[in-house]
């Protein structure tokens, strides 16, 4: 984190950047939040550990408007959204100074505290340059530890790789932290019957209170108007809406990024009803993978996006029932 | 009002693109072909302008079925709109089969201009599909039903 903070301040001294975009420290230990740094000074709150979770790349939708240019870091999977961003031109190359920080693997304080870990003062291993592989939790009632991999996001289990797609220089070891197959849980819900089905996303959907965090942290989502923000659609305001409208919000978001999604978890992460929003990208995903071929959405910035491609041997629609 | 047993009328709803599949029920109109009366037409300048939410508005405003015709692959007024539009529509179908929408309650089929035959079987066939799946109680604006 130092040598971050070091360059940060280099780059800042000697004009390159104008501002830095990177987290700072909340009041609580796992909570640091995105935040421009424009001085030296700014630069004391900056922090960088496992909880810095937040996928910068989105940001510098709105930072590319700006004088001068920005210095970012952004984490190997976070380097596919800001490609993503570049393709469809949301984002200015020339005004981003990437700097590819080192991660290993990012912390979901909800699975810590799933594991009985509650009244957290301070936690100890969660900084990048750790080796070690338990994080040590000072809580109100003594000290806990729990394995660093079983308090990992959902995403990190199913990690695209340590290598930065994009950067101008890299700070930091990353690491690779795939333990799993990310289509398991896709896999599982498409093997149940119509209803189960149905049961499982009306109980997962129905806890939806339509903040809208899933889609305002998404980086695929990047139009500057929003259909769900048209007054037309009841879905705006969660007072009008009924059971259909949820499902309806959350296929169409899912439908608007589909063959763009990077599978970078931002929505999971950030839904603050623990709904796993990604299952829905991903089965977009896995049928885009299936059907016209593996696509991985950001890992290059000239590809065509399955959606907005066609051949002339496609499957038909008809596919779907006969897949079972 | 008294709750009574009111015999099932399928409401249908079939996107048509306005060069091919549209002219395809004109021609079935004026070959003197039957087609059930619950199928409501709407004309599209093509199959590609259907939204994937015209599809899931439709069903929350109550209806049981949705079908989209359009030009055959390759002979699409536009050149290509209906290869997109296929693309579209199986990732759609794929996803309400994941979300536990019956798979027969969508359907995607190419009706020429000339197939005044394929379109009256098409729709004969789909409205039975229908029947047989009954009401659609899973999507739909609780509020919209009667």
């Not at chain 1, 289990?157 to 197959?181: L, N, P, R, W, Y």
């Not at chain 2, 306005?18 to 599209?44: E, F, H, M």
Request: glycine share 8%; aromatic share 10%.
């Amino acid at each position: 984190m130092q040598e971050l903070i070091n360059r940060a301040k280099e780059l800042l001294a000697d004009g390159t950047v104008a501002r830095v975009l990177g987290w700072k420290a909340g009041d609580l230990p796992y909570n640091p939040e995105p935040a421009y740094f424009e001085t030296e000074e700014d630069l004391k709150d900056f922090v960088y550990n496992g909880f810095c979770g937040a996928n910068l790349s989105k940001y510098m939708i709105e930072a590319s408007k700006l004088e001068g240019k920005t210095m970012v870091c952004l984490k190997p999977c976070d380097t596919y959204s800001f490609n993503q961003l570049i393709k469809e031109h949301r984002v200015d190359r020339e005004k981003a100074y990437i700097v590819g920080v080192g991660c290993k693997g990012k912390l979901d304080i909800e699975r810590i505290r799933k594991q009985g870990v509650k009244g957290i003062e301070r936690i100890e291993g969660a900084e990048i340059t750790d080796d070690a592989e338990t994080l040590k939790i000072q809580t109100i009632y003594g000290e806990k530890t729990i394995p660093y991999a079983d308090a990992m996001l959902e995403r990190c289990h199913v990690c695209k790789g340590k290598d930065h797609m994009i950067f101008d220089e890299q700070i930091g070891e990353s690491k690779e932290t795939k333990d799993a197959e990310r289509f398991v849980e896709v896999e599982r819900i498409e093997a149940m019957s119509p209803e189960e089905k149905f049961a499982y996303f009306r109980s997962e959907l129905s806890k939806c209170i339509r903040c809208n965090a899933c889609r305002n942290a998404c980086p695929a989502c990047s139009c500057r108007k929003c259909v769900f923000d048209s007054n037309k659609f009841d879905s705006s305001q969660k007072a009008n809406v009924d059971s259909f409208e949820e499902k309806m919000f959350h296929i169409i978001r899912a439908f608007h990024v589909a063959g763009r999604c990077t599978d970078c978890g931002e929505c999971s992460r950030v839904c603050p009803q623990g709904i796993p929003l990604h299952l829905f990208n991903r089965k977009f995903i896995k049928d885009i993978d299936e059907l016209y071929g593996e696509y991985q959405a950001g890992a290059d910035t000239d590809s065509t996006a399955p959606l907005t491609d066609y051949t002339f041997e496609d499957a038909e629609p008809s596919i779907v029932g006969k897949r079972g | 009002m008294p709750l009574e047993n009111k015999e099932f009328k399928p409401k249908i709803v079939a996107f048509c693109c306005n060069w091919c599949s549209y002219a395809g029920a004109d021609l079935a109109g004026s070959s003197r072909l039957t087609y059930p009366a619950d199928v409501k037409i709407i004309r599209v300048p093509c199959s590609c302008r259907v939204n994937p939410m015209f599809i899931l508005r439709a069903f929350e405003k109550g209806a049981d079925g949705v079908i989209m015709c359009g030009c055959h692959p390759g002979d699409c007024h536009y050149s290509t709109g209906n290869y997109y539009a296929r693309r579209r529509m199986t990732l759609l179908f794929s996803m309400l089969d994941y979300i536990g929408v019956e798979n027969g309650r969508t359907r995607v089929e190419w009706v020429s201009a000339a197939e005044g035959v394929k379109f009256s079987e098409t729709m004969n066939s789909f409205v039975e599909k229908i029947y047989s799946l009954g009401e659609n109680v899973r999507l739909g604006d609780l509020r919209c039903k009667s």
